[in-house]
């Protein structure tokens, strides 16, 4: 029987003593694969355990890349095509074979040099799931052990045979119908499957699991709420069982050091999101970096990057492993890229801040019982942390600034900054290659009570009609947080597809408007783009086939940003024939209903209508004054219609309307009344009354 570690032996220790078994590896090619430099094949959603995304091929360069084209380009017949989904998986590529997942959690084998389909497997899930805060989406796969892994919108992690495609095992993580689901890729390592898990917005208990590889069963969870007596315990109220409730979600692949032996995750918002009046306290380990131990799951570490976060300031984009110099040190670095505009740069090895982190007072509120301090990372934000000034709204701050039922403007808005983008690192560069988003957020607070399966929010924040979106591209040079290079670009790209980096010296990744971009890794210049047809919010990949190096890519949009939909993957090198497409309608780059036609007299909006899900249809009406107007839910999670004057929320309000429910407003007053839905606030809507 294996030497089972007691849970109290320091973490240090457990690493000596696994070291020094003779362990023989689950798969030993792919274990060899995951720990070296990326080459020829991307056999994990990061690239490799490191999550850098970083391939080593040079084929394409800045002196050749203008010459790309398609290699060839798929449709995905449909998968994940309708206005409810995102394609943010990377693909995978291993000895000519590419794997992709798409939204609606639909696997495909593709020949990695012409594209054409090996196999498929649809995952039938049930599409009445009422537990997708945010848009149907998979951020991809992980292999091992001659199987595929995946993780489901219904909280099932999958093993498919990766030869066929068939289902070797599926285990149920958590129950969807209480809030659970999973979005995030898998990561395989030495006979163990590691997932996230969502539900953040639901007021779900956050975890790790891990799985073992072969059977799918659960070997431990790591609990990212800590109870009473664990590590952090102390940071929620005494006798209360809100840590049972307080999100902290996990949205993407952890990255490990095998050294070290210890696996980190990056850990999203508490929840209720808005309202801190029932959570005094820190609240671990939301919004943190947490190191445990690979094998049994021990606590090792953690940094909080944003205390009893009220301004739904998760840490989403994955954690990213490197090594650097600092003060002529060799030293072992973990980064993570905030929604609040920072890059978190740690020592892997303890959690301590490695360019240096200050704790400094803030804005207080307390009967938001918020933090005293918060930490500033030393160094450059990748967006602007202060909100503008604006008709109409009497508060506006910087980031941290405390909020109650008035409306508060704050840069950056929960959605970052960076949201689940993966940045890229570079060891030629020493540079992070980070993506941001501009938007502003009026938050309020309303309060919210738990309901198992609900949403749990608790205030809602939504962007002012009219506010400009945009976003930028940052490198940071990883030992001094500073900005190296800095492009403003017109999409938000916070929580598009983040970047991809090579030896050959380019940063590789889409836009919102279609098309994929290269840009000189030293400067930042655009040095290529090639327009899909279809939004590119999901992460470039690279690999070789035959000598030859591929750059690919999915393109199907994303729906919180709204680029356009589309179930398409595309390939490109140096030899592609294939041409561009037509440019697809551009996302918004302002905030609003206020483009697209106005229907007159129509007094019935549907929502969530036509696969759609996170709209209204017709999203802008114009009526006679006295006209009832009544709002359907036609979707499948709940929704509201909630009037939304100057970031003030309520003045009519449909309330929460499941799966095929009404509510009937009568609208008297001549004016323009703007709506959103609370939970979903980049729904907008407009009643225009005569
Ligand atoms: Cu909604």
């Not at 905030?338 to 982190?357: A, C, E, F, Q, S």
């Not at 450059?380 to 506006?396: F, H, M, N, S």
């Not at 009570?449 to 205030?459: A, D, I, L, M, S």
């Not at 918004?588 to 996170?614: H, R, Y």
Request: proline share 7%.
């Amino acid at each position: 029987m294996p030497r089972r570690i007691h849970p109290i032996v320091p973490a240090v220790l457990g690493v000596f003593l696994l070291s020094a078994m003779p362990l023989q590896a689950a798969d030993p090619e792919i274990d060899r694969l995951l720990q070296a430099p990326v080459g020829k094949d991307w056999v994990t959603n990061g690239g490799n355990l490191t999550n850098q995304r970083y391939s080593t091929l040079k084929q394409i360069d800045p002196s050749n890349v203008k010459q790309l084209k398609g290699a060839w380009m798929t449709r995905l017949k449909g998968s994940g095509y309708g206005g409810k989904y995102s394609f943010e998986g990377t693909p995978l590529v291993k000895d000519g074979v590419m794997y992709i997942v798409t939204g609606n959690d639909d696997v495909f084998a593709l020949n990695a040099k012409t594209g054409e389909f090996l196999w498929e497997r649809w995952s039938g899930i049930d599409q009445k799931l009422t537990s997708v805060c945010c848009g149907w989406d998979n951020r991809g796969l992980a292999m091992g052990e001659g199987m595929l892994y995946l993780g489901q919108l219904d909280a099932n992690v999958v093993a498919l045979d990766i030869k066929t495609g068939k289902e070797a095992w599926k285990t149920p993580i958590e129950v969807w119908q209480d809030g659970y689901g999973i979005t995030s890729a898998p990561l395989y390592y030495d006979g163990i499957v590691y997932s996230g898990i969502t539900g953040g917005e639901y007021g779900i208990r956050g975890r790790l699991t891990a799985l073992d590889a072969k059977t799918g069963k659960i070997l431990w969870r790591f609990y990212t709420l800590p109870g009473p007596g664990d590590v952090g315990g102390n940071t929620w109220p005494a006798n209360s069982d809100q840590y049972m409730h307080g999100g902290a979600a996990i949205w993407n692949t952890p990255a490990l050091d095998p050294q070290l032996g210890l696996v980190y995750f990056s850990v999203g918002n508490c929840g209720p999101d808005y309202d801190g009046t029932a959570r005094e306290g820190d609240n671990l380990f939301c919004a943190s970096v947490v190191a445990v131990n690979a094998k049994t799951g021990e606590y090792a570490w953690h940094f909080q990057e944003v205390h009893h976060d009220i301004w739904d300031y998760d840490a989403a984009s994955p954690a990213l492993l490197f090594d650097t110099v600092i003060d002529g040190q060799p030293r072992k670095g973990i980064a993570q890229a905030g929604r609040t505009g920072w890059v978190y740069i740690l020592d892997r090895t303890n959690g301590k801040p490695l360019v240096g982190i200050e704790e400094r007072p803030v804005d207080q509120e307390p009967r938001q019982h918020t933090a005293k301090t918060q930490p500033y990372p030393i160094g450059d934000a990748i967006v602007p942390q202060c909100a503008k000034p604006l008709e109409g709204y009497e508060r506006y701050g910087c980031i941290f600034e405390a909020f109650w039922e008035e409306p508060t403007l704050v840069q950056p808005s929960g959605i970052g900054g960076t949201n689940w983008s993966p940045m890229s690192y570079s060891p030629d560069t020493g540079n992070f290659y980070v993506p941001g988003t501009i938007r502003t957020s009026a938050f309020v607070r309303y309060g919210d009570t738990y309901k198992k399966g609900k949403q749990y929010n608790g205030g809602t924040q939504a962007a002012p009609i009219g506010s400009e979106m945009s976003g930028t591209w940052t490198a940071i040079t990883a030992n001094t947080n500073k900005i190296a290079w800095q492009k403003n670009i017109p999409f938000r790209v916070g929580s598009g597809g983040g970047s991809t980096t090579t030896a050959g010296g380019l940063v590789l990744h889409g836009d919102p408007g279609g098309n994929i971009q290269a840009r000189d890794a030293k400067t930042g210049e655009l040095l290529w783009q090639f327009q899909t047809g279809f939004g590119v919010e999901a992460p470039p990949m690279v690999y070789e086939v035959d000598g030859e190096e591929y750059i690919a890519v999915a393109a199907g949009g994303n729906q919180g940003v709204g680029s356009a939909n589309g179930d398409a993957v595309w390939a490109f090198s140096l030899k592609g024939q294939v041409n561009p497409l037509w440019p697809p309608p551009q996302p918004a780059m302002i905030a609003g209903p206020a483009t697209g036609p106005i229907a007159d007299g129509v007094n019935a909006v549907k929502i969530g209508d036509n696969n759609i899900e996170f709209g209204y249809f017709p999203k802008r009406t114009r009526v006679k004054a006295g006209t009832a107007i009544t709002f359907t839910n036609a979707g499948d999670t709940p929704h509201t219609a909630t009037s939304f004057e100057n970031g003030k929320i309520g003045a009519w309000d449909t309330g929460a309307l499941n799966s095929g429910e009404s509510k009937t407003i009568t609208f008297d007053k001549p004016g323009n009344y703007y709506y959103i839905c609370t939970p979903h606030p980049w729904m907008y809507g407009q009643v225009i009354v005569e």
